[in-house]
């Protein structure tokens, strides 16, 4: 079983937003997948997809950004899900717009969904593809920026991000993450 998160805030307002970045890539491998409509549970939407390498679950939490691991617990509980079958996907500023870095663990680098998560799971020890957004110019407040749309320059870049980030689920489905993580990381 994998259960993929991508971190993000609920509603139209936010949907093409820096911070929803992961729902994207959600309902990017929804239509992959072919998966099931959506179910609300756990405060959050998830579907269940059955492949030839077992059950995928996808989640976009919907309790806005911050609270994020109020919804992944209870559902990994729910599911059975152990740490190492998670990968959560999240729009980081460190990286610049497009870029993408897979881990294996590590701490939430100052993003309040990640730290929501940890806290929640109780571990650090979980699956990460942090697609980057990088920082505000110009004196923006970050937290405009992450809630700001991406401008026309950077969305081919963003769409390539989901792309290959989709791709990287897909690739974890029957590889090991440490051997998916070094394939992504070095495209």
């Not at 020890?125 to 990088?134: A, K, M, P, T």
């Not at 923006?140 to 749309?149: F, G, H, I, T």
């Not at 320059?153 to 897909?170: F, G, M, N, T, W």
């Amino acid at each position: 079983m994998k259960l993929i998160i991508g971190l993000g805030n609920p509603g139209e307002t936010y949907e093409k937003t820096r911070h929803n970045i992961g729902f994207q890539v959600i309902d990017e491998l929804a239509k992959r997948l072919q998966a099931p409509a959506f179910q609300k549970k756990f405060n959050g939407q998830y579907t269940t997809v059955h492949t030839v390498q077992g059950k995928v679950i996808l989640l976009k939490p919907m309790t806005y950004m911050n609270l994020s691991g109020e919804c992944v617990r209870p559902l990994a509980d729910f599911f059975e899900v152990n740490d190492e079958e998670i990968v959560v996907l999240y729009d980081d500023l460190d990286l610049p717009v497009g870029k993408i870095r897979l881990r294996q663990k590590g701490s939430a680098g100052g993003h309040n969904g990640m730290k929501s998560l940890i806290a929640h799971l109780g571990t650090t020890e979980f699956n990460r593809i942090r697609i980057g957004v990088d920082r505000p110019s110009g004196g923006m407040k970050v937290s405009d920026y992450v809630l700001a749309p991406f401008s026309a320059d950077e969305q081919p870049l963003i769409e390539e991000a989901v792309q290959k980030s989709a791709d990287a689920c897909e690739e974890w489905q029957k590889t090991p993450f440490i051997e998916v993580m070094n394939k992504f990381n070095g495209s």
